[in-house]
């Protein structure tokens, strides 16, 4: 056999397809992370201002006009409210001006990411010095001392979600990526289902107990977990069921490349360009750090929107896994089988 024919008997057309697929997924991998933190910076960050009423309204006139649009300023009643309306998570910050003196308070929240309520104290020494006043900085709901950055919550998240999608490859590679018949479907859901429950007991437990991570409920935590755990693997079946083994990458490309560097982990959503801002609070890593976050620190508040987000995923997977399985089709010729009948020929 010549060169050629060799090449052509050793490299299937379907292998190499699913080559350029994989080289386009690295491609868009550097494009996804590098595209969304290679430069962060503060955009409408939702903030309140508590001043006397004869310069509130100047004062945010002021705020809205910064360059670069870094904060979405709105006034608010006083500093109750504000604390308040931060632990709601409706804002991520608020100044209250001193009606006597030359000193003002800012009010943070790390447990919402140190890098956000740095760039917040960043801002407000600037904006401050420049009308002769200074700012003290108080943290209403701060991140833990052992969570540094506040960045654990986001990666119990991510493995949570690699948990998912990699039970669910191999649900597909041990028995094929689509499941035989409904029955077939029912198992390996179910399979997910007690996957899904032991992996978020595991990592509530070593985040909360074990590490001291992440302070909050362990229970909590747990059934976020499972959770997360579960929509992530049942949506990989579902494009599984749809795609064939591609589904494994199109799961990645959902999950790893768009989900993760839109997460808010490294840099809260706020200081994420419009695109990875838009996508990450429907993205299954997104909905599940800020649900996380909102069990550490903020009382549990403000999480019915991440938790409708991943509840829609688990169940639309598991729905169109279930009803994929049920259409008569050819069986399917896995990868290494087609490649047996190959050599065989």
């Excluded at 419009?274 to 429907?282: M, Q």
């Amino acid at each position: 056999m010549s060169l050629v024919d060799e090449l052509k008997s050793a490299v299937t057309p379907r292998a190499a397809l699913l080559v350029v697929g994989v080289f386009a997924l690295q491609l868009l991998f550097i494009a996804s992370y590098v595209g969304a933190l290679h430069h962060p910076k503060p955009r409408d960050v939702p903030f309140g201002v508590v001043a006397p009423p004869q310069v509130s309204a100047q004062l945010v006139g002021r705020l809205e006009k910064l360059p670069g649009d870094p904060l979405d300023p709105r006034t608010v009643t006083d500093e109750a409210a504000a604390r308040q309306q931060i632990l709601n998570r409706d804002i991520d910050g608020a100044l209250i001006v001193a009606p006597t003196g030359r000193t003002d308070t800012l009010l943070v929240a790390s447990g919402g990411g140190t890098v956000l309520s740095s760039a917040l104290q960043t801002i407000f020494t600037q904006v401050e010095g420049a009308q002769q006043r200074t700012v003290r900085t108080v943290d209403v709901a701060p991140a833990s001392a052992e969570d540094f950055d506040g960045l654990s919550a986001f990666y119990l998240v991510v493995g949570w979600c690699v948990g998912g999608y990699i039970c669910a490859a191999i649900l597909a590679i041990s028995a094929g990526s689509r499941p035989a018949n409904r029955e077939r479907a029912i198992i390996r859901l179910g399979a997910l289902a007690v996957y899904s429950i032991l992996g978020g007991l595991g990592g509530a437990i070593i985040v909360g107990p074990i590490l001291g991570a992440l302070p909050g409920s362990v229970a909590a935590l747990w059934g976020l977990g499972a959770l997360v755990v579960f929509a992530v693997g049942s949506a990989t079946l579902a494009l599984q069921s749809v795609f064939g083994i591609v589904g494994i990458g199109l799961a990645i490309l959902l999950i790893v490349i768009a989900g993760n560097p839109s997460a808010g982990g490294a840099f809260p959503l706020p200081m994420l360009p419009p695109f990875w801002n838009a996508i990450g609070p429907a993205l299954p890593p997104g909905a599940g750090t800020w649900a996380a976050r909102s069990i550490a620190y903020f009382k549990g508040n403000d999480m019915t929107g991440s938790m409708l987000v991943l509840s829609a995923w688990a169940v639309v997977g598991a729905a169109v896994t279930l009803v994929m399985s049920s259409l008569k089709r050819k069986p399917e010729s896995e990868p290494i089988a087609g490649e047996l009948d190959e050599v065989r020929a």
